[in-house]
């Protein structure tokens, strides 16, 4: 299982959207989220804007006193995309970087409701952990049912036989915030096997 250690507390990777024009539901879940996070003396990491989701996170874990580290291109920095107030702002090079520098080292991954750059972040990390790069929950945050058509499209992808049915157990959905960290810790470590699972069987 995902354990909190006192002497560790848990770095969460947050993979969420810059939409500021989306239903203001999914920015009021994203800032309850992060003071859960920060009350669950978890350290967040997340992309390091200041728009929707990403600002509404950020905002809620440093509203109840945690730490967050925010990830931005430089470019973003450029451009004043960054949020000013966070504990951390680590400025990078590129994209790439970015992902690279959110999931490494990470305890977990959530993914919120977004766009192309969250679902993007998302299945990278879900093409890591099918490949035994990467062994910890994924949780995907189905405010709003958002998560939903992606689970079934995921079911058919695997009923179309382009990934195996163990594959579904590679992240979970969960209906409110709340259920986020329960649902980590109760997650067990991704199979250390998973490279002789990460081809199709006949
Ligand atoms: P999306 O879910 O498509 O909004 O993508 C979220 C990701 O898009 C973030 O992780 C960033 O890589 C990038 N992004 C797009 N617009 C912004 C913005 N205004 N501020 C910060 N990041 C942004």
Not at 113 to 120: A, K, M, R, V, Y
Request: aromatic share 8%; with cysteine.
């Amino acid at each position: 299982m995902a354990s909190f250690r006192p002497d560790h507390p848990m770095r969460i990777c947050v993979y969420c959207a810059s939409s500021q024009e989306c239903d203001p539901h999914y920015h009021e879940v994203a800032f309850r989220l992060g003071a859960l996070l920060a009350a669950g003396g978890c350290s967040v990491v997340y992309g390091g804007g200041s728009a929707g989701s990403m600002g509404a996170v950020a905002n809620g874990a440093l509203s109840g006193g945690g730490e967050v580290i925010g990830i931005l291109p430089k470019f973003m920095a450029d451009l004043e995309w960054g949020h000013p107030g966070l504990t951390r702002l680590e400025l990078v090079e590129d994209m790439r970087e970015r992902k690279h520098r959110l999931l490494t080292g990470s305890d977990a991954v959530i993914a919120l409701p977004g766009g192309c750059g969250t679902l993007e972040e998302l299945f990278e990390a879900l093409t890591l952990k099918r490949l035994g790069l990467y062994f910890n929950p994924i949780i995907l945050l189905n405010t709003r049912g958002f998560y939903t058509p992606l689970q079934s499209f995921m079911e058919d992808v695997i009923g179309q036989r382009f990934m195996n049915q163990e594959h579904l157990g590679m992240w979970s959905l969960v209906d409110a915030p709340e259920d986020v960290l329960p649902t980590i810790q109760a997650t067990p470590r991704w199979r250390e096997d998973a490279r002789t699972i990460a081809v199709v069987r006949r």
